[in-house]
Every structure is written in C-alpha cells, then in structure tokens.
C-alpha cells in the first residue's frame, strides 16, 4: 500500500492529512512531509489528520514524537487528529498520547485557544 499526503490551511491552521499506511517503506515520504508542514508554518500549531490512516507502525510513531520537537524548537507545536479506536489505543500503549495533543477534529485545544487570542478561558465571576 502506498501513502498519501496533502498539506492544506483550514481558516489559519495548517492541515497534514495522511491517507494510507505508515511504515518502513513509506517513512522517508512521511518525513519529508512534515519537515515541509514544520518548515512552511514555522511557529504554528500543525495539525496531522490521521483519520485516513490505515496502518500506523513504530518508525511512524517515532517521526511523529520527532516531528513534535522539531515543531517545539520553532515554537509551535504538532497536533494529531484521529477517531481511530485502534490507532488511540496504540497511542495510549506507546504513551504518544501523553507526549502529544490527540483530538478528533482540527481545532485548537481549549489551552491553546485564549493563548493564541491573547485571551484567557478563565471567566471572572462576579459576587453578589
């Protein structure tokens, strides 16, 4: 099976979607891939969709904890979207889950949003 890759901004967040399998033999395409989604959107939240992802191994999972300090170093940050119960389940065996953002749709996380505003989550309360 092959690996295919697009790279697209959805509002202002930069999108990797990757459809295929994610292996040895398809690694080096990967890689290059994210450096060009690191290097294009320097400081920014990028965002890699594996939702079309059919197959994910450990090499893959090890450019991604790479990629995500890569992005760090520059000051932005690699996101992952996924629903796949089986990839997830992997992330949380390997602890990527824990190194790295995992959502289910391209959006910044909470934490994220009222940094990038310049705002804040929190809410003041008022007393009575």
Sequence with gaps: ME?????????DLPVLQASGEIDLAT???????????????V????????????ALDDT???MLL???????????????VCNSDRLRSR??????????VVQARVAL??????????TSDRRDQKSS
Excluded: K
């Design 27 to 41: 690694l080096p395409y990967f890689h290059d891939q994210l450096n060009r989604a690191i290097s294009l959107h």
């Design 109 to 118: 996380p909470r934490h994220h949003a009222g940094e990038r505003n310049g």
């Design 91 to 100: 992330f949380s065996l390997t602890g990527l889950d824990r190194a790295m």
């Design 3 to 11: 690996l295919v890759c697009s790279l697209t901004v959805l509002g």
């Design 66 to 80: 790479g990629a995500a300090g890569r992005a760090r170093e520059h000051g932005g940050d690699l996101l992952l």
């Design 60 to 62: 893959g999972i090890g």
């Design 43 to 54: 400081g920014a939240e990028v965002f890699v969709d594996l939702d079309g992802v059919t």
